[in-house]
C-alpha cells in the first residue's frame, strides 16, 4: 500500500563530529569549520534518503488512504479501479493486520488516528495494537480489526512514530565511517568540473548504504 512519510521533529544533534573528519583528512585549519558542517550534515542526509534508514532520533508522520489487508479491497474497490498494484500487493502479501513502519529503527510509536466515517480525526486506542520493535522495519499488530476508515478523507490514516538510534553511542560504526567518508569526499573534490574522473558517490559508500537498505512494499515489510 502506498503511503506518505513526513519528518515533524528533526534530529538534535548529528552522529559525526568535525574534530574526527579533521583527523580523518589530515587537515589542521578551522577556518572550514562550516564547510565541514555542511558536508557532513549532507552525507548524514544522503545515507538517510538512500537506505530509508533513520540515523539519529527523529519523530515522522506516515500517512495511508486505506488500512492494509485483503478484506479492504472489495470495501475500495471503486476507489482503486484504476490502481492494478494496490490488489496485487493486497493478494500475495496480505498480512492479517499488519503495518510496516518505515525509516527504522523503530523506536516507539507516538499515535495512530483515522478519519472515521463522518471524515472526524480519531485516535485509536493503544489496546487496539501491539508493537513490534525487535525487527527491521519495525511493525504494528492489530489485537481485532481495523476500524472503519473515511472513504472520502484522503490521507485517512496518520501513525506518527519515533525512529533512530537513541543516541551518539548507539549508532554503528559502519554508518559513522559510510558518512565521514561521503563527507570527505565532498571536501576533497568540491565540484564536479575536474580533469580528474569521478563517480557520483564513492563506492565504499554505497556498499555502506546497502548493508542498511530498507524497503517497504505496499503492507508488505521487506529488508
Known sequence: MAFGCIQTVPPVGEPCDIFTLNQMMRVNV???NNLMTLYLTSARQTFENLSQTQVMQATWKM???FWPGWENIWAYAQQRQYDPNYFIYQLLYRQYGVIYIPRP???SITSVSYYDGSNVLQVWDT???TVDLSRIPGRIYTTGTFPTSSITHKPAIEITFVAGYPNLAAVPAL???GIYLLAGTWYEQRTSLTT???NEL????LNIVDQYKSFILSDMGMR
Open 30 to 32: 578551522t577556518n572550514e
Open 63 to 65: 500517512t495511508l488512504d
Open 202 to 205: 564513492p563506492f565504499g559508500f
Open 105 to 107: 529503527p523503530l523506536i
Open 196 to 198: 580528474a574522473k569521478l
Open 175 to 177: 554508518i559513522k565511517q
Open 127 to 129: 489496546s487496539n495494537y
